[in-house]
């Protein structure tokens, strides 16, 4: 079946742009995370939801960061006001419950470059 | 968030047998052991995971400590597809919390 997805692939944006990266879930997945890659370092979290609820974004490094997700399946992660520290591979992953054991799947990631 | 231990990289010779280890020796109970690895340029992908007894899948199997302190993956005849970062998790609650892993490279 699919997995998830994440759009655009590839991002370039002018220091100070607003950009919006969207995922789609696998369908009918409970949770949905954003982590952030930085190169050469493992992934950070950044939020985690539990169908359309918000339920942690310790993550998120400031608030310039923004994540929702409406409806319980897609989400977007927004980043106001881009800066060069942004640069990174944002990554989203599902899973189908919410247990510790679960497994979470990975998209591919959005590689953003902030110029 | 518990923390992991794990060596910077490793090699292995294809079609040989790779035991990566990793230490978590702060474990607690509810703490379950899961690896991923990432491939260039592509996310993490799931590997295996377990709690106290020794576990097997189609890709790899784990070996866990008795006393849960440490781990080892194995992987029964690397390919060079096997090549990648693999890290090494404790998960309790709902994120992961990744460390820096350890490189897997694969000699033809």
């Known amino acids: 079946g699919a997995g998830v997805s994440q759009s655009p692939r590839y991002k370039v944006a002018k220091r100070g742009q607003d950009v919006a990266l969207r995922c789609d879930p696998i369908s009918g997945h409970v949770s949905l995370f954003w982590y952030q890659q930085a190169l050469g370092q493992g992934p950070e979290f950044l939020t985690y939801f539990q169908n359309e609820a918000q339920l942690d974004k310790s993550g998120l490094p400031s608030d310039r960061f923004f994540a929702e997700r409406p409806e319980g399946s897609v989400s977007t992660l927004k980043i106001q006001r881009t800066q060069q520290e942004d640069s990174a591979v944002y990554l989203c992953?599902?899973?189908?419950?919410?247990?510790?054991?679960?497994?979470?799947?990975f998209g591919p990631g959005t590689r953003l470059l902030v110029l | 968030d518990a923390k992991t231990t794990q060596p910077n990289s490793m090699e292995s010779n294809e079609e040989e047998p790779v035991h990566l280890p990793c230490n978590h020796s702060?474990?607690?109970?509810?703490?379950?052991i899961h690896w991923y690895r990432q491939l260039p340029s592509q996310g993490p992908e799931y590997v295996i995971h377990g709690l106290t007894s020794n576990v097997n899948n189609r890709m790899a199997s784990l070996a866990i400590a008795e006393d849960r302190k440490s781990s080892t993956l194995i992987l029964h005849r690397a390919t060079l597809r096997d090549a990648a970062v693999y890290y090494c998790?404790?998960?309790?609650?709902?994120?992961?919390?990744f460390g820096a892993g350890t490189i897997l490279r694969v000699k033809s």
């Open positions: 702060t474990i607690s109970g509810t703490d379950y």
């Open positions: 998790i404790l998960k309790t609650g709902n994120k992961l919390v």
């Open positions: 992953a599902s899973s189908q419950r919410v247990k510790p054991q679960e497994t979470q799947y």
